[in-house]
């Protein structure tokens, strides 16, 4: 992303190997889901989605959809279709600086508040968190010695700390020390971003 608004370069450089677990993610989409359906009429539902789609849709530079209804004001089931599935995606299909770009927009608009987030992002063992920054939203990207110290995560680790632990491991020529942190990153990609069956029940 070349034009980051809650995020800065260095904080961008620091997040090159950040990666989010699915997990994370799906809860998040379901927790946000709950909250658009929240409502008195059925037809505010599909419009609070339709904008957070967009909004997901513009931050990852895709094109956005309009929404139009019939001359009655109606929707057709295909509408609501749509917009069911394109939903479930509005977290999944971004990269952790987009995601973060994302989170700070919602948490703009009150769909989540900082605390949930944070708290999340602390299960996870994420490397950052979300702060205030007069009157704006921000990020904190932790360091090595932070991540590593609050790390507890064994179902998906922090990548940024195994890729740091790989090149601590080659600067003291432990190669069997690099195998084992690039070995960890592999089965954690496998696991929770693509997603292949066979890996799931391993550690």
């Known amino acids: 992303m070349k034009f980051a608004k809650y995020i800065t370069k260095d904080q961008i450089k620091q997040l090159e190997y950040e990666v989010l677990s699915k997990d994370l993610l799906i809860y998040l989409t379901r927790i946000l889901l709950e909250w658009i359906e929240n409502v008195e009429y059925p037809e505010d539902i599909i419009a609070r989605k339709n904008r957070i789609i967009n909004l997901s849709s513009t931050i990852a530079g895709d094109l956005i959809y309009i929404l139009e209804s019939d001359n009655m004001g109606a929707y057709q089931q295909a509408e609501y279709d749509w917009h069911d599935s394109k939903f479930l995606l509005v977290f999944r299909r971004l990269n952790t600086i987009q995601f973060i770009e994302f989170a700070c927009e919602l948490l703009r608009a009150s769909y989540f508040?900082?605390?949930?987030?944070?708290?999340?992002?602390?299960?996870?063992?994420?490397?950052?968190?979300?702060?205030?920054?007069?009157?704006n939203y921000a990020i904190e990207v932790f360091n090595i010695d932070q991540i590593e110290e609050a790390d507890t995560s064994e179902e998906h680790p922090n990548i940024r700390l195994l890729i740091?632990?790989?090149?601590?491991?080659?600067?003291?020529?432990?190669?069997?020390?690099?195998?084992h942190s690039s070995a960890s990153v592999y089965e954690t990609m496998a696991k929770d971003v693509v997603g292949i069956p066979t890996v799931q029940d391993k550690h």
Do not use: H
């Not at 790989?166 to 020390?177: A, F, V």
């Open 164 to 179: 740091s632990r790989m090149e601590t491991s080659l600067e003291k020529e432990d190669y069997s020390g690099v195998l």
């Open 113 to 135: 508040t900082i605390d949930f987030l944070n708290a999340a992002l602390k299960s996870e063992g994420a490397s950052f968190r979300f702060v205030r920054d007069r009157g």
